[in-house]
């Protein structure tokens, strides 16, 4: 059984590595030079979502995205998701519709081939950098009043505890919306730590459901600085909430009745 076990999971994770690589690779060329002009970046993004979108429905796993808001395309919004995998990002841009930009590490523009595109699209952060922070502040502001939406991660980076508790949240993006006066929503992404884990290098790919969830928007219009402590905690309590949830979820289906995954009643 162990043999089979491991060589599923050998299979499993070859698969899902060709289809994660395939579609961007067969698209690169176009990508890379569609990237040279600021004007062709929206159809990049385009391609970014496609890619997302066909890998993670070739992971065989089920994707959930339940929207508890209404999605308005004339609205700007703040978007403040846990960060627990290098799936959340994929997870977002097959989720949320228009051309959101992601503030990221800086480590990820230095992803062969993918990171020169990143670059270009999105907004990268070195977070030990005064400089390199403030930079990013300014392309965020610059970003929305550009008329794109914006994707940042309050905890600045995948915890060790990732599915379980969250890391406290920086105040960059609830900052920027309140001076801007902009929605901030909430999303929560419960199991994507438990598919690909974040293992320092190591690469890791278990298969596990998906989901995620896009909470409804929190207004700030009126809201001034003072206010700022208020919308974090707010914002920290609905995700964390929706993670101890699912959390406990997992544990009793996976780990305390393992009969009631797929996999286990084949037999890996």
């Avoid at 070739?58 to 919004?77: I, N, S, T």
């Avoid at 600045?156 to 960059?172: H, N, R, S, Y």
């Avoid at 690469?203 to 459901?209: G, Y």
């Avoid at 969830?213 to 995700?239: R, Y």
Wanted: charged share 20%.
């Amino acid at each position: 059984m162990k043999a089979l076990k491991y060589l599923y999971h050998r299979v499993y994770t070859t698969w899902c590595v060709t289809w994660f690589v395939l579609p961007f690779v067969s698209t690169y060329p176009v990508q890379a030079m569609l990237v040279r002009k600021k004007k062709w970046y929206r159809h990049v993004h385009t391609f970014n979502r496609v890619w997302s979108t066909i890998f993670l429905h070739m992971f065989l796993a089920p994707v959930k995205v339940e929207w508890r808001m209404k999605f308005d395309p004339k609205q700007r919004y703040i978007f403040t998701p846990n960060h627990s995998s290098y799936l959340d990002i994929p997870m977002m841009l097959n989720a949320i519709p228009g051309f959101l930009n992601f503030v990221g590490k800086s480590s990820l523009a230095k992803v062969p081939l993918w990171g020169k595109i990143y670059d270009k699209l999105y907004i990268t952060v070195d977070r030990k950098s005064a400089t390199s922070s403030a930079r990013s502040y300014l392309k965020s502001i610059k970003t929305l009043e550009e008329g794109r939406n914006l994707a940042i991660f309050p905890e600045g980076t995948i915890p060790k505890t990732a599915g379980e508790k969250l890391l406290p949240f920086k105040d960059g993006p609830f900052r920027i919306a309140i001076e801007k006066q902009l929605p901030v929503v909430p999303v929560t992404m419960p199991y994507n730590q438990h598919f690909m884990p974040d293992l320092e290098g190591k690469l890791k790919i278990r298969w596990h459901p998906l989901k995620i969830i896009i909470h409804a928007p929190i207004e700030t219009k009126g809201m001034t600085l003072a206010d700022l402590p208020l919308l974090k905690e707010q914002v920290f309590n609905i995700i964390q909430t929706e993670i101890t949830k699912h959390h406990k979820a997992h544990v009793n289906r996976y780990s305390n009745h393992p009969q009631n995954s797929a996999f286990s009643k084949a037999g890996v």
